[in-house]
């Protein structure tokens, strides 16, 4: 069965400062992970995906993450945060057990993101 | 192209009543979702279908029931509603072709029960 975990629920930087957003997963097949972004009272948005091609994955609006297999981790960073980048972020798994997972993904608890000037 | 659209966007109901969440996208996809947002624990699975005519359980499928009798549509429903069921409500949808395809959610339904 797979699994998400989000350390920390709240996260607040500065303006300018570094964003990291750490996600560790659980898997039995090699997985495909996904961080989303939800603004408030909107639904939620693709920032980047890893599909098992390269380990450092780009995404919208400057951020990136890392698949680390050795650890199953897959940290959100961004290397200057702006007052835009407030809202919740959601890291997610799916698995592709011979194409039964019907893509189904399961979501960390997520971690909210506040940006002081 | 709308993408992932609700119906309602909210909704208040008495315990006991009953009410059908309605999604519909316009992409031609064959997958879709619908997930609940509670505070602290993220978005979990209560229903998917793979297929026009299909539906599976997720994770959380006690007290609701949906259909996909047509393949853009994707119906929620609560036969008799409980405050335990308030919350927000996503749908989302997605291509069978490839596993690292990406879901596209709606805007979600905020419900709340009394």
């Known amino acids: 069965a797979q699994s998400v975990t989000q350390l920390g629920s709240h996260v607040s930087v500065s303006e300018g400062a570094l964003v990291l957003l750490r996600c560790n997963y659980s898997?039995?097949?090699?997985?495909?992970l996904f961080w989303y972004v939800q603004y408030p009272n909107q639904g939620l948005q693709l920032l980047l995906k890893?599909?098992?091609?390269?380990?450092l994955v780009k995404g919208i609006n400057g951020f990136e993450a890392e698949f680390k297999k050795s650890e199953t981790s897959f940290h959100l960073t961004k290397p200057s945060a702006h007052m835009s980048d407030a809202a919740e972020y959601f890291c997610a798994v799916s698995e592709d057990a011979g194409g039964t997972s019907y893509g189904k993904l399961t979501f960390g608890q997520g971690t909210i993101l506040t940006v002081h000037p | 192209n709308a993408g992932v659209t609700q119906t309602p966007k909210f909704r208040v109901l008495k315990t006991g009543q009953s009410m059908t969440l309605l999604c519909a996208q316009d992409m031609n996809h064959e997958y879709m979702y619908w997930y609940r947002q509670d505070p602290g624990m993220g978005l979990r699975l209560i229903h998917y279908?793979?297929?026009?005519?299909?539906?599976a359980k997720g994770e959380v499928p006690d007290g609701y029931n949906v259909s996909r009798l047509k393949k853009q549509n994707f119906l929620l429903g609560l036969e008799s509603a409980a405050p335990s069921q308030t919350s927000v409500y996503f749908c989302?949808?997605?291509?069978?072709?490839?596993?690292?395809?990406?879901?596209?959610f709606g805007p979600g339904t905020r419900l709340t029960v009394l």
């Open positions: 279908s793979v297929g026009e005519g299909t539906t």
């Open positions: 890893y599909t098992s091609a390269a380990t």
């Open positions: 989302a949808s997605r291509r069978r072709d490839r596993a690292t395809d990406t879901q596209y």
């Open positions: 898997s039995s097949v090699p997985p495909y």
